[in-house]
């Protein structure tokens, strides 16, 4: 994997990070995902439902430690 490549799902990851902390501060086990979504999330990052559903799928931590491994691996060859 190139170093933009890495830095583009880096930058993604984060940006899903934070689309995951505002859906943790205003999900409640009595309010509907699809309301977090229209009265929360969609106003900050204007994403679709479907996108939401596969950020909440995505291993974020798992993934940036990933990509934090890799990078770190490729600075020790330089």
């Known amino acids: 994997m190139n170093p933009r490549s890495l830095g583009i799902q880096r930058n993604k990851l984060l940006r899903y990070q934070l689309i995951l902390e ?39 931590k798992k993934q940036l430690k990933e990509i934090q491994e890799i990078e770190n691996s490729q600075i020790k060859l330089f």
Request: aromatic share 18%.
């Open 22 to 60: 505002l859906y943790n501060k205003y999900k409640t086990e009595d309010i509907p995902t699809t309301v977090v979504w229209r009265k929360y999330i969609f106003p900050v990052y204007p994403i679709s439902r479907t996108t939401l559903y596969e950020i909440l799928s995505t291993p974020v």
